[in-house]
């Protein structure tokens, strides 16, 4: 028998322990982030935005090795934050919603708008109760006949329409169309302290079957679980919509509001920095039936928007796996699967 020499034996052995101890791909290519500091998100206060800033977080910190930190705010100081370069991330833009100062902040070239997250829509709601007691409600502009039906109970001669929380961008597009409408006599247009406020205050008066007219957007988990109508308005059209998100809008025209293809801020700056995490970003997209689900899991488990995020990446890896390289994917993944 050939004994073959001790230098090859060894040779072989090494070479075994090499394939048998080797680091599995996501080991092997671990990640580091384009950038030297964590990355910035605005953490804008309502339900859709946070399970995104969570989604988008939870993949830049394990798939692309980054750190990341939020910082809370309202719609239009965070939008002056994302220009000055204070946070690099919104993970929801609605253009339409504020579309003078977004805008102005695309023509400084300081922001940019990526990808299409999803379509978003916005409304004032009634309870399908409401519109059963009283069928000729139908337009916005009937409730200029339902005001004691919907009374401000710090103001019984008017009505109230509960609005946006105070400090959001759609607190101006509602004013000027209360205006437009020509309901400012009769009607008190209540600006909630916060989100949860304002969602609190609807859940309360829908669970005691009391009648309440608000603004309200989708995709949302709340629009999804209650049986509402939304008032009509007339056809959309653009120069007057242009004109009901101004401030200084000085004569308001009723229109519908404008649908809302959602995108993802970020600044120019960051961006050009860190192009595979703006190229993620720009591939990001969410079916509107992933993302009613998701939302409508968090508010029917009580759980946190980061929870949500896990709970998205976990049921929905055939879409969220299309918006990075396999090998960012694999660590997500393996991420998850540690949990």
């Known amino acids: 028998m050939?004994?073959?020499?001790?230098?090859?034996?060894i040779h072989g052995v090494l070479a075994l322990s090499a394939l048998l101890f080797a680091p599995t791909a996501a080991q092997a290519a671990k990640p580091v982030c384009e950038i030297d500091r964590p990355v910035r998100f605005s953490g804008l206060n309502w339900e859709s935005n946070l399970v995104l800033a969570g989604i988008e977080r939870y993949v830049m910190e394990h798939g692309y090795g980054c750190k990341t930190s939020v910082e809370i705010g309202e719609t239009l100081p965070m939008l002056a934050a994302l220009q000055r370069g204070d946070v690099d991330v919104t993970p929801e833009v609605w253009p339409g919603q504020i579309e003078?100062?977004?805008?102005?902040?695309?023509?400084?070239?300081?922001?940019?708008?990526?990808?299409h997250v999803y379509d978003a829509g916005e409304g004032w709601y009634v309870p399908r109760y409401t519109v059963q007691r009283h069928p000729d409600l139908k337009t916005a502009a009937d409730l200029a006949r339902f005001k004691h039906v919907f009374a401000?109970?710090?103001?019984?001669?008017?009505?109230?329409?509960?609005?946006?929380?105070?400090?959001?961008?759609?607190?101006?597009?509602?004013?000027?169309l209360l205006r437009a409408l020509g309901l400012e006599r009769d009607y008190s247009l209540f600006a909630?302290?916060?989100?949860?406020?304002?969602?609190?205050a609807i859940l309360s008066a829908y669970r005691r079957q009391r009648d309440i007219v608000f603004y309200y957007w989708t995709p949302t988990a709340l629009v999804g679980a209650l049986d509402l109508v939304k008032l009509e308005l007339p056809a959309f059209d653009q120069a007057a919509y242009t004109c009901l998100t101004d401030p200084k809008c000085a004569h308001p025209v009723?229109?519908?509001?404008?649908?809302?293809?959602?995108?993802?801020?970020?600044?120019?700056?960051?961006?050009?920095?860190a192009p595979q995490l703006a190229a993620f970003l720009a591939r990001l997209t969410i079916p509107g039936d992933a993302i009613d689900a998701t939302l409508g899991w968090l508010e029917n488990e009580g759980k946190e928007p980061e929870d949500a995020a896990r709970y998205f990446l976990k049921q929905y890896g055939p879409v969220w796996r299309q918006w990075m390289p396999d090998d960012v994917a694999t660590r997500v993944q393996a991420a998850l699967d540690r949990e």
């Open 254 to 273: 009723a229109t519908a509001f404008k649908p809302n293809p959602v995108v993802t801020g970020v600044n120019t700056a960051f961006a050009k920095d």
């Open 2 to 9: 050939r004994i073959k020499p001790l230098s090859a034996a």
């Open 100 to 115: 003078v100062a977004w805008n102005k902040a695309l023509a400084s070239g300081r922001v940019q708008g990526l990808g």
């Open 152 to 176: 401000d109970p710090e103001d019984p001669g008017r009505g109230r329409i509960y609005g946006c929380p105070a400090g959001w961008a759609c607190g101006t597009l509602n004013d000027n």
């Open 192 to 200: 909630p302290g916060s989100g949860a406020a304002q969602k609190a």
